[in-house]
């Protein structure tokens, strides 16, 4: 097990909602990336912080936002959710930016929208 | 355009038999190329990392090729056991410096090992 837990595990929301997960970081990382990951797909980079500052973004609308917070951890919202935001949402934590060290992935939060 | 590919979404093989999964990769050249196992409802897990200069990597019964040129990674389970079933996800770090990088993953290969 990472040390990397993310809350809460499953939630179902309504289209139009608005949704907040959390994640704390493993031990002594700086940055926390977030993906969302469709059945059947690989993980879909979302954004990443670093102390604290966005990092870095993929190909995700302005509706998903981020925090990290002094302790690292860091939250993922997503306002006007849609039937298509239905993943599994994970986040990982590395010391530093970009692949030259393993990430630590929670275990994910199940996102239903309905 | 970028493309990750890995070979054939699912894959089953014998008991004791050698997995060989592929990771294809176009328009990146990256510095890093990680593999990942996925369980069912589960976050990834950490297997190998391997770099740019790097021709081949080694962990117990899991070995990594990277073949820069083939622009291709080769990730091999031997003597493999139905408690190596599970989703296969290989990684690259899309560029070799910046600070706006993450790890850009491939669809995964979904192995079973058939006993």
């Known amino acids: 097990e990472t040390g990397v837990t993310q809350s809460p595990t499953h939630l179902i929301k309504t289209r139009g909602q608005q949704v907040t997960l959390r994640c704390s970081s493993q031990?002594?990382?700086?940055?926390v990336s977030w993906y969302q990951q469709a059945l059947g797909q690989g993980p879909q980079f979302i954004f990443q912080?670093?102390?604290?500052?966005?990092?870095g973004r993929g190909n995700f609308p302005p509706r998903f936002s981020g925090l990290q917070f002094p302790n690292y951890s860091s939250e993922l919202n997503v306002n006007a959710l849609e039937l298509d935001d239905s993943a599994l949402y994970l986040c990982?934590?590395?010391?530093?930016?970009?692949?030259?060290?393993?990430?630590?992935f929670g275990q994910g939060t199940r996102l239903t929208v309905v | 355009s970028q493309k990750i590919e890995q070979n054939s979404e699912a894959l089953n093989i014998q008991e004791g038999k050698t997995a060989t999964l592929t990771c294809n990769y176009t328009?990146?050249?990256?510095?890093?190329l990680q593999w990942y196992r996925q369980d069912p409802g589960r976050g990834p897990v950490f297997l190998l990392l391997?770099?740019?200069?790097?021709k081949e990597k080694r962990k117990e019964r899991l070995k990594v090729t990277f073949d820069t040129t083939l622009k291709q990674s080769l990730f091999h389970i031997t003597a493999s056991q139905p408690a190596d079933s599970a989703t296969y996800l290989c990684?690259?770090?899309?560029?070799?410096?910046?600070?706006?990088?993450?790890?850009?993953f491939g669809s995964g290969t979904q192995l079973t090992v058939l006993p």
């Open positions: 031990s002594g990382h700086n940055t």
């Open positions: 990982a934590s590395t010391l530093g930016a970009g692949g030259r060290t393993e990430a630590f």
């Open positions: 990684a690259l770090d899309p560029s070799s410096s910046g600070s706006a990088r993450q790890l850009t």
């Open positions: 328009n990146y050249s990256p510095a890093y």
């Open positions: 391997i770099r740019e200069n790097e």
């Open positions: 912080y670093y102390r604290e500052e966005e990092n």
